[in-house]
Antibody, heavy 118, light 107 residues
């Protein structure tokens, strides 16, 4: 089955760090354009970061310098390292795959919740 | 950055109604536009890509049109499972940006 499964979220204090994981099955992460998208409570969708199949990475200005996207070929997993967490980083974090059609995100995980609070 | 706006922000409709949602980009994006449906507690699901191409498995009552800066999503006959929030997304350039969403609820 083709799917994405996120993990690694939790309750963390401001200034802390987390690593989110997104395990893929049914396709190869390194052959695809993969992204992280987040959604703050009651709010809309916000693109966070992407990694191309080439390994090139891109970040939203709001997270640049604090978040790092990466992938592990051996276990077919996408990661998001989140450092220097801020209260405003509180959100559901989704990983997503860009499909072949029109650059749309055709496969999403179920999301993992990150809550930043003291 | 390309800003995306949607109208209306919410719409109340009945089963069987025709619903149209508009999305506008702050600059031209050709047809690099996708539409997503999101239900509470669930991940978004892509409905259309390239402005008007129906994603596999999506019912044909969903359709999209537009190019450049103005786009529409139309649900020809609203079904009970269509009550959700709909987002447009531009993928013309980074950063990828989403519209603020349109909530479709029961009248």
């Amino acid at each position: 089955e083709v799917q994405l499964v996120e993990s690694g979220g939790g309750l963390i204090q401001p200034g802390g760090s987390l690593r989110l994981s997104c395990a893929a099955s049914g396709f190869t992460v390194s052959n695809n354009y993969m992204s992280w998208v987040r959604q703050a409570p009651g709010k809309g969708l916000e693109w966070v970061s992407s990694i191309y199949n080439t390994g090139d990475t891109h970040y939203a200005d709001s997270v640049k310098g604090r978040f790092t996207i990466s992938r592990d070929i051996s276990n077919n997993t996408l990661y998001l390292q989140i450092d220097s967490l801020k209260v405003e980083d509180t959100a559901v974090y989704y990983c997503a795959r860009r499909g072949d059609g029109g650059r749309a995100f055709d496969l999403w995980g179920q999301g993992t919740v990150v809550t930043v609070s003291s | 950055d390309i800003q995306m706006t949607q109208s209306p922000s919410s719409v109340s409709a009945s089963v069987g109604d025709r619903v149209t949602i508009t999305c506008r980009a702050s600059q031209g994006i050709s047809t690099w536009l996708a539409w997503y449906q999101q239900k509470p507690g669930e991940a978004p699901k892509v409905l259309l890509y390239s402005a008007s191409s129906l994603q596999s498995g999506v019912p044909s009552r969903f359709s999209g049109s537009g190019s450049g800066t103005d786009f529409t999503l139309t649900i020809s006959s609203l079904q009970p499972e269509d009550f959700a929030t709909y987002y447009c997304q531009q993928t013309n350039s980074l950063p990828v940006t989403f519209g603020p969403g349109t909530k479709v609820d029961i009248k």
